[in-house]
């Protein structure tokens, strides 16, 4: 084995957040390095304001929206919750799906009205019969992620929308692994409100946004008491560095989403056609084309995902999903997707991005395979008596998903 103790880790953990681009670096320790409230009227507050002004505009070329339509946000969980509890108000009822993350799912459960949830396939795609019955039950607002944060799987939101739409409801999509990663088109994909975050794409940490559909017949009620910025939605002095690195890196992908994707759906197919041709025990989740390009969910049926990982120190990999990491339940959004718990607890997910290189990759195929051996010599050889559930794996439970 190459020299572990002289490798940097390889890092496949991008849905958990990206590293950070070049130009949002550049852009965010300028803006940090200048004073100005971008409320104030001076010279270093209004160059503060033309900052920001510029990052809107960046952002809204890369959704192709109008920069109006833009709230800044300290991420995509604050952005969720400003959506949904504006929708509360209005809304009789709130639809999501059964492997929302927990910034849309917990934000419904608490709005206070009725949260009807619709069930995925095996495959983890929205089952759009439930959607159906779903809408059937008064106005409501439907909130369906654009792609999942564990498995990368992309729900059609051209029919949730179609679908929502001509039931009367408004629909929400947490777009936040989505944006910077696949193209979108917000003239074309007519939903009324989205969130993403900018640590996903190469901007910096704590820092997002929301866009409401100018003309959606809903107000956005601030979630706090305060000034009046971002005209009156999200009070609060603005994070200008923040916002700035996340118009930086908007604007540095915007001309390469789509040769960005290629690059990362190619590394990420090595990388499982080589796991998967070494290693038995390797399936994986979620529809195989209907997927981020850069997202890598893998059961090793018999070997735990935390014994896996600690076999792989120079490995940033995570199970589940790492906002859940160090909770004891396994993801729900297997659970939810017919997986037993067992498979669940044997669940990694690799998540690549734009700095991701061929030798990244390599490394990482390496260390998977000296993983499951270890950690299957470790174990003893596991026996398909063992455990029903893992012998019949998930080729057989998509079998029987007619
Ligand atoms: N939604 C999804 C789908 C996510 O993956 C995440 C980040 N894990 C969030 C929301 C929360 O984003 P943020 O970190 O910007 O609050």
């Not at 001509?166 to 692994?177: C, I, W, Y």
């Amino acid at each position: 084995m190459g020299k572990p103790d002289t490798d940097p880790v390889v890092y496949l953990d991008y849905n958990a957040t990206a590293p950070i681009r070049p130009e949002a670096m550049a852009a965010t320790a300028e803006a940090l390095r200048t004073v100005g409230n971008a409320s104030s009227l001076h010279g270093p507050g209004r160059q503060a304001a033309q900052a920001v002004e510029h990052a809107r505009a960046c952002l809204a070329r890369l959704l192709s929206c109008s920069p109006n339509e833009l709230i800044f946000t300290s991420g995509a969980t604050e952005a969720n919750n400003l959506a949904i509890r504006s929708a509360a108000t209005a809304c009789r009822s709130i639809v999501i799906s059964a492997v929302e993350h927990p910034a849309v799912a917990e934000a419904a459960t608490a709005a206070g009205c009725a949260v009807h949830t619709v069930g995925v396939h095996l495959d983890g795609t929205l089952r759009v019969d439930e959607l159906r019955k779903a809408l059937s039950a008064g106005p409501a607002l439907v909130s369906i992620m654009a792609a999942n944060n564990e498995t990368g799987v992309l729900n059609d939101l051209d029919l949730i929308v179609k679908l929502s739409h001509e039931a009367g409801a408004l629909v929400h999509s947490d777009a936040t692994q989505l944006v910077g990663r696949l193209p979108i088109d917000l003239r074309e994909l007519e939903v009324d409100l989205l969130s993403l975050s900018g640590h996903k794409f190469g901007g910096p940490q704590g820092v997002g946004a929301l866009y409401a559909r100018r003309g959606t017949p809903l107000p956005i009620r601030p979630l706090a008491y305060g000034g009046g910025h971002e005209r009156g939605r999200r009070p609060g002095t603005l994070n200008v560095p923040g916002i700035v690195g996340l118009g930086a890196a908007a604007q540095a992908v915007a001309g390469r989403v789509d040769q960005e994707a290629e690059q990362i759906r190619a590394l990420r197919d090595r990388f499982e056609a080589a796991v998967m041709a070494a290693l038995p025990e390797a399936r994986r989740n979620g529809h195989p084309d209907r997927r981020l390009p850069g997202v890598s969910s893998l059961t090793f049926t018999g070997l735990p995902g935390d014994a896996m990982l600690t076999a792989m120190p120079l490995m940033a990999a995570s199970e589940g999903s790492a906002c859940s990491a160090g909770a004891l339940e396994p993801s729900s959004v297997l659970l939810a997707m017919g997986l037993d718990r067992d498979d669940a607890d044997c669940t990694l997910r690799f998540s690549l991005g734009h700095a991701t290189t061929t030798d990244d990759i390599d490394r990482a195929v390496r260390y998977v395979i000296e993983a499951a051996h270890h950690v299957r010599a470790a174990l003893g050889p596991w026996t398909t008596t063992t455990s029903p559930a893992i012998a019949a794996g998930q080729e057989g439970l998509r079998r029987q998903d007619a």
